[in-house]
């Protein structure tokens, strides 16, 4: 496992366990998601929060966590966006 893998994992658990959608949010369209894995879209952001995750901790990274999930969202998948 290397770190990406480790930080991946704790936010897809994260949002398993119950992060419901913000009502500010817009509805996310999933289509735009099919036959793409979230492992492998928003590769730049996914390094930049990532690196930042392990170097810093995740109270140090909620802005590189937030332009991830961001750019998740914008791929099709249906995470969370504002709060970390």
């Known amino acids: 496992f290397g770190s990406s893998c480790v930080v991946h994992s704790f936010l897809l658990f994260r949002h398993a366990m119950g992060n419901a959608l913000n009502a500010t949010e817009p509805p996310v369209d999933t ?3 099919v036959g793409k894995k979230i492992c492998c879209v928003c590769k730049d952001t996914k390094t930049v929060r990532d690196e930042c995750f392990v170097s810093k901790g995740q109270e140090q990274c909620k802005n590189e966590i937030m332009a991830h ?16």
């Open 31 to 33: 289509s735009k998601s």
């Open 69 to 84: 999930n961001r750019c998740l969202r914008n791929e099709g998948f249906d995470v969370k966006i504002d709060s970390v």
